[in-house]
């Protein structure tokens, strides 16, 4: 079944939620709470899927702006994701090499290995690819 798109349904969504560029922290969780309400829908409508993306092309757009993520590298995901789990580097001994060798990545002195990336993507739960330039 083919899910057609009505402009009026549409129409009445837009006029409910009043969609416009966020400008503050505070339209930006607004529109975030709208977002994750539309996500969860069962059965959402075309309509419902167009201001769901509509919405998240502004959060998107508003969070890039006033939260500018920098460059990433590898070993700035790593510590990253080391930080936010109280991790250190004895943690990562046995997942990824031994003391000296998760030294190296850690100071940036040896590049993770394709290997390594594996295993640390199945130990955080995360793509591999992000520990690879």
């Keep these: 079944m083919t899910l057609t798109f009505n402009p009026e349904n549409y129409a009445l969504l837009l006029a ?17 709470l709208i977002a994750e309400e539309l996500a969860h829908r069962q059965n959402r409508t075309s309509e419902e899927s167009a201001l769901y993306e509509l919405l998240i092309a502004l959060i998107e757009k508003y969070e890039d702006e006033k939260y500018p993520m920098g460059e990433t590298t590898p070993l700035s995901i790593l510590r990253h994701l080391m930080e936010a789990r109280n991790l250190n580097e004895t943690d990562l001994i046995g997942v990824i090499g031994s003391s000296s060798v998760v030294s190296e990545i850690i100071n940036g002195k040896q590049e993770i290995s394709q290997a390594q990336a594996k295993a640390l993507g199945e ?11």
């Design 123 to 133: 130990f955080f739960h995360v793509d591999a690819e992000l520990f690879l330039k």
């Design 16 to 32: 409910k939620y009043q969609p416009k560029v966020i400008t503050n922290d505070a339209e930006n969780e607004q529109a975030i």
